[in-house]
């Protein structure tokens, strides 16, 4: 997948050229303004692509790769219930055979562990809980690639955690690609194979760093690490010059 | 259980109102400040109601302007919600309408009454049609605002996950609009009382519109009343039926 978007109302991207691997999680982080969401946007289909290439290998069948994506803000509808919402996707799905959509629901519900939830309506359950109603939702409707724009960026820290785990348990039992927005540096690195460093005005990549930790990964286990932090200091290196702060606080 | 329950409290919450208005009433009559010639005692005007108005036939006026605002308002909301879920959905359909909408709406419907019957004839059709025309303004202004207010990310996720079109429309677009087609409705309903009332008062024989003019060219005041008490009940009675069906079709409303 490469390509150079360029679209006229604000971000125009220069020399935005990367690929990112079939069943590799791929991070992209930067600064706000420099174009990540517009990027996840374009790749879904949310917004016209005005210049460049991008190309969706498709799959072995020569089918189109199916693309889903999981927002900030869940984007659950607040008039069905957890069970509801993930089912309606699947139902219009024609990927789907009807039969499975129930076994599947459950399915997923209980991996994100929503099972005695099933029959809230979103407005009755916590940040965190929608946000895995969300997950469970895009992985049960078994796209090809994910796309995922901060979802936990609303969340507060140990949720995040829980969920940063819970999202690396389901990827590998999925094997799926994802490409996962961020503005937080250890999350890109605590998820990722690879890390595409951006920086803004205009887009453009600073560099593409690989994520060389093994795999499972424990996310406690891995903050404490030598490694981890290296790796966290050297995207924090390379983003200090966007940060635009004085040199001494 | 406990839902029947809430609704048996609320029930009695919501007669606190009209029933602390009408101990007033009585006993401003019982001290003489009010002419129980013009305005009888609250208790006197039910007796006169329970008691002598159904000899009267009040039963054959109560139903003939509850058959008229049923059929009108049904056959006016169906329209005006389907016609605002099309205008908010489509911008073709909104461009053809919008103009004729908005030059039509502030035109008072009671007005337009001589026209209908013109139209329609002296008959039970031009009573029903003025109240639908009353009723599908208010509903399709209000379904046209709900659909308006989808918000951005649920088209987005409809995207992302390829809804159809037929689901978009009663899966996401309806349900969205729900809140305020109930507010609508609700005003609807009360609207349409108000019309059938004026409507009867000029081309009927029969009505609750009818029996108050009646009674007032007659002088019979507790007759008139009884008239207006049983708009006020039959007011009560739809609206509080359209809480319970909004609470129970709406239950995903955070609870105000």
């Excluded at chain 2, 109102?17 to 129980?36: G, R």
């Amino acid at each position: 997948m490469s390509f150079d978007n360029n679209d006229k109302q604000q971000f125009a991207y220069k020399n935005l050229d990367f690929s990112v691997n079939v069943g590799e999680f791929f991070c992209i982080v930067g600064p706000s303004g420099c174009g990540k969401t517009s990027l996840l946007r374009t790749m879904v289909g949310l917004q016209p692509q005005t210049s460049g290439d991008l190309v969706v290998a498709p799959r072995e069948g020569g089918q189109t790769a199916d693309i889903g994506m999981i927002f900030q803000a869940q984007g659950l509808f607040p008039w069905m219930s957890v069970r509801r919402n993930v089912s309606f996707v699947l139902e219009n799905n024609t990927g789907i055979e009807k039969k499975t959509i129930t076994d599947t629901v459950d399915d997923f519900l209980q991996r994100v562990g929503l099972s005695d939830y099933a029959d809230y309506y979103p407005h009755q359950l916590s940040g965190g809980m929608k946000q895995r109603v969300s997950i469970a939702r895009s992985f049960a409707n078994n796209p090809d690639i994910l796309l995922m724009d901060e979802p936990f960026v609303f969340l507060d820290f140990h949720t995040r955690l829980k969920l940063q785990s819970l999202l690396l348990t389901l990827w590998r039992a999925s094997q799926k690609t994802v490409v996962f927005v961020t503005h937080d540096i250890e999350e890109a690195v605590l998820l990722a194979d690879r890390v595409m460093v951006m920086s803004a005005s205009p887009g453009t990549i600073k560099d593409i760093v690989s994520i060389n930790l093994s795999r499972p990964r424990d996310i406690f286990k891995l903050k404490a690490s030598s490694d981890f932090g290296a790796y966290v200091n050297g995207i924090m290196q390379m983003l200090k010059g966007e940060l635009d702060l004085p040199e001494s606080l | 259980m406990t839902q029947s329950k809430n609704d048996v409290r609320r029930l009695l919450i919501y007669t606190l109102s009209p029933a602390a208005m009408l101990l007033l009433w009585e006993m401003l009559v019982y001290t003489a400040i009010l002419d129980a010639r013009f305005f009888p005692a609250p208790s006197s005007i039910f007796y006169h109601l329970l008691v002598v108005s159904p000899s009267e036939g009040i039963l054959t006026d109560v139903l003939y302007s509850v058959y008229r605002i049923s059929v009108g308002y049904v056959v006016g909301c169906i329209l005006g919600v389907t016609l605002g879920i099309a205008m908010g959905l489509s911008h073709g359909v909104r461009l053809m309408f919008y103009p004729i909408i908005i030059v039509t709406y502030p035109i008072p419907k009671i007005a337009i009454l001589p026209l209908i019957m013109l139209i329609f004839g002296i008959g039970e059709l031009s009573k029903i049609v003025v109240v639908a025309i009353g009723c599908f303004f208010l509903v399709l202004i209000n379904t046209l605002h709900g659909v308006d207010s989808l918000e951005k990310i649920y088209r987005d996720v409809a995207t992302v996950y390829k809804i159809t079109k037929r689901n978009f429309i009663f899966n996401i677009a309806f349900p969205r609009a729900l809140p305020s087609i109930f507010t609508g409705l609700k005003l609807a309903i009360g609207y349409s009382l108000v019309i059938v009332v004026a409507a009867e008062f000029s081309g009927a024989d029969k009505g609750i519109g009818y029996l108050i003019w009646q009674s007032w060219e007659t002088f019979s005041i507790k007759s008139m009343y009884a008239g207006i008490f049983v708009i006020g009940l039959l007011g009560f009675l739809f609206s509080y039926s359209l809480d319970l069906l909004e609470r129970r079709m709406v239950p995903w409303l955070e609870k105000r």
